[in-house]
């Protein structure tokens, strides 16, 4: 059976976009394969699982609704906060117009941001506040 071995972000600043998911996901660049190997791999630290998350430079417009996008789990830490966080590494939220008027039973609340490069991602996790989304 097959596996995720790792995704690839369409980017257009391959170092920015590595620095801004090494920074949001606490992954390390993963060391060259062979001489003058400059594709840039982010992966979990060592000890740690998850999936790898390659750059690949790509001249296509970002998509205002993607195929796919990428959602992250804020973990313990408080959604406002996590999402400020990622801001400062410059994220920019997403003026999301489907954020559901209701929540689903056992759904969290979510954020839609932008990282470095326009590429949409969901952030989900627990509020202190009292807002469900946006």
């Known amino acids: 059976m097959s596996m995720i071995e790792q995704v690839s972000l369409g980017v257009t600043d391959d170092r920015r976009a590595g620095r801004f998911w090494a920074g949001a996901l606490g992954y390390v660049r993963r060391p060259p394969r062979y001489p003058q190997d400059e594709w840039i791999v982010l992966e ?43 801001r400062e590494l410059g994220a920019e939220r997403v003026d999301w117009q489907h954020y559901p008027t209701e929540p689903e039973p056992g759904q969290l609340p979510y954020v839609v941001l932008a990282d470095t490069e326009g590429n949409r991602f969901c952030v989900s996790g627990h509020r202190r506040a009292g807002t469900f989304f946006g």
């Open 44 to 86: 979990p630290p060592p000890g740690s699982t998850g999936v790898a998350l390659a750059m690949d430079v790509s001249k296509s417009p970002v998509a205002e609704f993607p195929r796919i996008h990428l959602d992250l789990d804020a973990g313990d830490r408080d959604l406002d906060d996590e999402v400020d966080r990622l």
